[in-house]
């Protein structure tokens, strides 16, 4: 069962442009959102991360929409560079118990200079 | 201050053969997690230790796999009797376990069975 679900599995932008990625989650108890960035051969790192309290958090280029009655939540990475690529993955947990991450799929994004 | 180190990088084992991968966290974290990517996927959680306690094993495979994360030294992930099914990049995170759940991901061993 994925409980973290991540759209799209690849995407293709122009150097400047606004790059989308949006997940969908099930599981009503996950209070923490976090969007970590992946290089190739290196380990996942967190980019942004939200609370359900809030519907938006922007930092830098990187924005987090939430939508906690629809149960999804986007990243925007706005005036796209070629250093943005990379793989992303979002992720899920419940703050208090183990706060094991589930995590979607991953996007690459690629950003075509 | 340095962060999460894992050891080896790359791990290459013959079937049956033992593999051991060794995680340090973050200096100051208590916390450790495991976890596994297999090519084209998601991270999947495996297993939660803090000092010297397993808090949450549930993602980690009944048979063959085991961890630790002893008083002193690294946490240990031990994998036995190493099947091709094994191959996949393990990653390992630490967190102080304070507040936020902000956990720090080391570069990861790749595992190769050959």
């Known amino acids: 069962q994925q409980q973290v679900k991540q759209s799209p599995q690849s995407l293709i932008v122009q150097k400047g442009g606004i790059s989308i990625i949006n997940c969908a989650y099930e599981n009503t108890a996950f209070d923490y959102f976090p969007w970590y960035q992946q290089f190739p051969g290196k380990g996942p790192a967190l980019l942004i991360a939200?609370?359900?309290?809030?519907s938006e958090k922007k930092e830098g280029r990187f924005t987090i929409s939430f939508n906690k009655s629809a149960k999804q939540f986007s990243l925007h990475i706005m005036d796209s560079q070629p250093g943005d690529s990379a793989t992303y993955f979002c992720a899920a947990t419940t703050q208090g118990g183990s706060e094991k991450l589930v995590f979607g799929k991953g996007t690459k994004l690629t950003v075509n200079p | 201050n340095a962060g999460v180190m894992q050891n080896p990088r790359h791990l290459v084992r013959r079937r049956g053969q033992e593999a051991r991968l060794r995680c340090s966290p973050m200096k100051g974290h208590s916390h450790v997690y495991w976890y596994r990517q297999l090519p084209e996927e998601g991270l999947k959680f495996m297993v939660y230790?803090?000092?010297?306690?397993?808090?949450?094993e549930s993602g980690m495979p009944k048979e063959r796999f085991s961890a630790e994360f002893p008083k002193e030294g690294p946490s240990i992930l031990r994998i036995q009797q190493v099947v091709r099914g094994d191959s996949a990049a393990y990653f390992c995170?630490?967190?102080?376990?304070?507040?936020?759940?902000?956990?720090?991901f080391g570069a990861g061993t790749r595992l190769s069975v050959l």
């Open positions: 939200i609370r359900p309290d809030v």
């Open positions: 995170a630490s967190s102080p376990g304070e507040g936020f759940n902000i956990q720090y």
């Open positions: 230790l803090q000092k010297e306690n397993i808090i949450d």
